[in-house]
């Protein structure tokens, strides 16, 4: 996919800003195990290592980098789509216990290709109207489309295409997003 130069840069900035975070939360981690280091002399230096060890993992796993690392674009059609309250029961991601759960998990599965599908994870995590407003995008028979270091996915709908930047839902017939300005067409 040749990606728009204003969403190729937003991509690009947004990893970045992602594995400088990690680096520099890492680093000074490291400044304060360097720092601190004689005043656990006494511990047993196998031990020592062992938590030292753990400690510098601990941005790797807290800012989410496994994910940015096995991040993948693509493209397809929702096929169907899971939560918690039964599989494939719903054409949905909004949750039908809406109004009394407070996290909700969906994934879905998603047709790439005539022999190929994919099952994602659309979101897991606190249920509320903001989260309401991005998950009813996600039903069966939209295009989606995702780009690898992008926060939103794009779906496109007959009459509603969204924002991979902001994730505001644009009426179909706009190349540009009417919130942000961003450009919609990705496969330009
Ligand atoms: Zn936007």
Redesign the pocket.
């Known amino acids: 996919m040749k990606l728009p130069s204003d969403i190729k840069s937003y991509v690009k900035g947004n990893i970045l800003k992602k594995v400088g975070k990690w680096l520099l939360s890492t680093f000074t981690l490291a400044l304060f195990i360097i720092l601190f280091n004689d005043s656990f002399k006494n511990v047993d230096a196998g031990v020592r290592a062992f938590v030292y060890a753990a400690i510098l993992l601990i941005p790797f796993f807290l800012l989410k980098m496994p994910k940015l690392i096995f991040d993948r674009s693509f493209e397809g059609i929702i096929e169907r789509i899971y939560t918690v309250d039964g599989v494939g029961t719903t054409s949905k991601a909004i949750p039908t216990y809406e109004t009394t759960m407070r996290t909700v998990e969906v994934s879905a599965e998603v047709r790439i290709s005539a022999s190929k599908t994919k099952t994602i994870v659309i979101y897991s995590g606190r249920f509320d109207s903001r989260v309401a407003k991005i998950l009813n995008n996600y039903q069966v028979g939209n295009r989606i489309i995702h780009i690898c270091g992008a926060k939103h996915d794009q779906i496109v709908t007959a009459d509603k295409i969204s924002?991979i930047?902001?994730?505001?839902n644009n009426k179909r017939s706009r190349t540009t997003?009417a919130?942000?300005?961003?450009s919609l067409n990705l496969s330009n």
């Open positions: 924002c930047i902001c994730g505001h997003c919130e942000c300005g961003s």
